[in-house]
């Protein structure tokens, strides 16, 4: 026997797919943005790592962390040919990774470009990591899709926090897009081009 009286309404559960943006916690004009997808940070830098750009990263930090024990992973864009880090920005990155060490689970640096500046900024990079005892996973590419083959994995591995690939790829072309003059924003740069 049906007891479903006709025009009787179900209601049907449905999915909201949660927007994939990069909310911006903030900047330090002319040299980063710093945004945020859950509980994955990326920062993208549009001029030079200087000491003044990141004590502003060190402020945006000290709120994001202050009293949370949730883990992050940092994906850092560096475009082609900014200056490497001056001693103070060095200085201030060692801090960054000592003192915030417990709450990361994985920092990718994304290199744009290739030659002698890349090789000159992954050598900074490495020596930046070896003057620290920091446990936290981290790799240096020069390709998102070399990026995608690691961060995901090890981010939900580290954090059991899922982030898909095509996602990450999504946020981190939004970063991009900040790096770039507002003429330029719709264009891609080199580091979305797929390795062949």
């Known amino acids: 026997m049906n007891r479903a009286r006709r025009g009787t309404r ?11 943006s990069l909310e911006v916690l903030g900047e330090h ?19 030079p790592t200087t000491g003044a750009a990141v004590r502003t990263l060190i402020d ?20 082609h040919a900014v200056a490497l880090p ?12 000592n003192r915030y060490e417990p709450f990361i689970a994985c920092a990718g ?18 020596g930046l990591r070896l003057l620290t005892s920091t446990p936290f996973a981290y790799r240096i590419d020069t390709a998102v899709d070399d990026l995608l083959t690691w961060l ?12 898909a690939p095509n996602d990450v790829r999504t946020l981190l072309e939004q970063g991009s897009r900040w790096q770039l003059p507002r003429s330029q924003a719709t264009t891609r740069v080199s580091i979305f081009k797929r390795a062949r």
């Open 29 to 47: 004009p002319g040299a980063m943005r710093v945004g945020r997808f859950r509980n994955l940070i990326v920062v993208a830098w549009s001029g």
């Open 10 to 20: 179900f209601a049907v559960p449905c999915i909201v797919a949660e927007p994939v």
């Open 60 to 79: 945006l930090m000290v709120p994001l962390h202050m009293g949370k024990s949730e883990v992050r992973s940092y994906v850092h864009m560096v475009p």
């Open 109 to 126: 640096v994304l290199l744009e470009g290739s030659g002698f500046w890349v090789s000159a900024m992954r050598n900074v990079v490495i």
């Open 152 to 163: 995901p994995d090890e981010h939900y591995r580290r954090t059991g926090v899922r982030i």
């Open 86 to 97: 001056d001693a103070e920005a060095r200085a201030g990155l060692r801090y960054i990774m």
